[in-house]
């Protein structure tokens, strides 16, 4: 026990060194990998056509690039909606719910740069995400969170929030607004034929598609499960770097209470995955409490097991309730908001946790033949994998490459 002390004692004396001797300026470039111009501008002579897979933040911001460029192009969407993993709830509660990604993991001059805007104010109120309240959970007590690591962990990392929006709503904003007519939805794109000159490609309803480049934007998940046909077949070991990627599985479950009797975060410590209890109302103008549970990895596919949606809101009910004494059942409006990533055919998971290393990066992302470019949150190229505002930079980036060898 005394060693365990001293070492964490060592552990907390040499981060507050480190954090000193470099300050937040250092530790923020870090996060701060972006570069610092991302809206290209290329002189080109391409006179082609482009099909883009996939609406997500990454289709959307390379259509935005394409249509800057005066490129012609269609984008081909699975589903009835724009917005791939970044999505919104109005109705559950009295502010917007983001039911995929919530956060912006990075300083929130990011917002600017993705829309080209040069200045430091950020285009839309956000809400610096500091809290303290902090504890944990180890399946038999809660434990508070030491103050000074929780604050020195924010301090070097910060991170933002949208305020009285979503990330849903910015993405919709600068980036689906300025092409959406161009969206064909409900075309699950299942076959990808680039022998020819031309990249043929093909949907599930049996329609055909033809242009001279295609971008693929598909989440990981979707191209391990091969639900879209190479034609010629990708080679083996590209394959194989597409699976050695970690995309795990999951959801988000929001729940509605009468009160706010639980902590701002609630952590586990897992081996593969997360699993965290947030506030969900957090610093948001709001009268309902609604507490959100996100869950990837191991522990979603155990509440999978469970069979159904209410199996899983009972059993997360009962888990709080041996938390909190009984409060969660007494306090619980009966409303729920379930979204399921991990099983949505067209995302097959959440996030993507690492690559399996910067060749296989390069080898799953490499352009096939010069026709079939890849783009998306898990292909992004500047340190920023698994975010939206990475999924935004990897689509500007793929029309750069697309583009590049037709520079002037
Ligand atoms: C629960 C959750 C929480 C997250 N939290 C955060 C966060 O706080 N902050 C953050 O920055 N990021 C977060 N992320 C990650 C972020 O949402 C993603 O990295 C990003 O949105 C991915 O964008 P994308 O365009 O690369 O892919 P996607 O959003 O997956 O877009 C791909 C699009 O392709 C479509 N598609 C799929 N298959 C086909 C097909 N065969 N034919 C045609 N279209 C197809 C899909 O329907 C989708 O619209 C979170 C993700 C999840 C799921």
Redesign the pocket.
Known sequence: MKKILFISTVALAAILVLALMFGRGWVTRLNDSAPAKLVYEIDHSFDGDVIV???????LAAANALQRHNVPFTI????DH?????QKDDSFADFPIDL??????HDAGILNRLIGADNDEPPVELIHYNPTDIQSWNGKSLRKASGIITRLGQWSFPEYKFKATTWYDFVDQHFAQNVKDNIIFG???VNIGYAGDEVVVTTKNDRTFTADKAIV???IG?LREG??NFEPAMAAERINAINGFDFLK?F?LFLKFNEDFYADIIEYNLENGDKTYFNAAFKKDAVDHVLCL?ATGDIAEDYYKLGNEDAIVAAVLKELDEMYQGKASAAYSGDYRLKD?GRHV??MG??TDGDGGKNNLKLASAPLEDKVYFA??AFENHGQM??????IMSGYDVAFELLSPYAD
Do not use: M, N
């Open positions: 897979i996939g609406a997500g933040a990454s289709g081909l969407e699975a589903t724009y917005g791939g993993r970044v995929g990604a919530e956060w912006i993991h075309e699950p794109v934007t598909v989440s979707v639900y879209i999951g988000k996100l990533w067209f995302t959440t996030w998306g949150a698994a975010t939206v505002h990475g999924a």
